[in-house]
């Protein structure tokens, strides 16, 4: 698959996300999670992706635990391993609180301030919106926020290490010991690929993930 494709591909993940999650339209989707740390969502993985079975072993993506004072920005980084040169596209959401606010890179347009980290070196673009508008039942039945992240490689050029770290600012008034999840949450049409375009490493990635937690001092 040349750039170009590559290119076009994130270009319409991105133009589709402004449109169905972040409209004023009343449309919403299923959505999931995969780890201890939010309720059962309405639709999995398994049941959004095509019909294979995941790889034995594969790329793992973490959120790494952070602890924070009240009233502080907390840095939340996404991590990867097992996965030197292996992907080459990804397209994900993370849930948090929505009691907690992204430091945003630009408001009107919704794209969140984030640093892109060892794992994403080589990357060819790169993108993070806030969800705002047209929020799933999930989000809004369990007072979650949502960040889209997506970006490409050229060839797979994905590398381990920290792939990208966001800032969410936690109340003053929170209380010392107070946990607040930050996780992983499965949107039909979601993407973790590499060049082959290899559906199995892909399941294996969505039904392995692993969110994390701020915890404030």
């Known amino acids: 698959m040349k750039f170009s494709r590559f290119f076009a591909v994130a270009a ?7 449109m169905t999650a972040c409209s004023d339209k009343n449309e919403s989707s299923s959505g999931s999670s995969q780890n201890d740390h939010t309720l059962t969502p309405s639709l999995s993985p ?4 095509e019909p294979v079975e995941a790889a034995a072993d594969g790329p793992r993506l973490f959120i790494r635990d952070t602890t924070v004072k009240a009233g502080e920005t907390a840095e939340v980084t996404i991590y990867i391993e097992n996965a030197e040169r292996q992907w080459n596209m990804c397209g994900f959401h993370i849930t948090y609180p929505d009691v907690l ?8 347009e919704r794209l969140v301030e984030k640093v892109l980290g060892d794992a994403s070196k080589y990357n060819s673009g790169s993108i993070a919106m806030e969800w705002v508008n047209n929020k799933t039942d999930y989000l809004i039945d369990n007072k979650l926020g949502s960040i889209f992240f997506t970006e490409i490689f050229e060839k797979n050029r994905g590398l381990n290490g920290d792939v990208v770290t966001f800032f969410l600012e936690v109340p003053e008034d ?6 607040y999840p930050v996780d992983f949450m499965y949107i039909d049409g979601d993407i973790f690929v590499n060049e082959a375009q290899d559906k199995s490493m892909e399941k294996y990635v969505f039904e392995n993930w692993k969110g994390g937690k701020i915890t404030v001092e």
């Open 12 to 18: 319409a993940m991105t133009m589709a996300f402004a």
């Open 46 to 49: 398994t049941e959004a992706t």
């Open 101 to 108: 606010d992204p430091v945003m890179m630009d408001e009107e």
């Open 174 to 179: 929170a209380a010392s010991g107070t946990e």
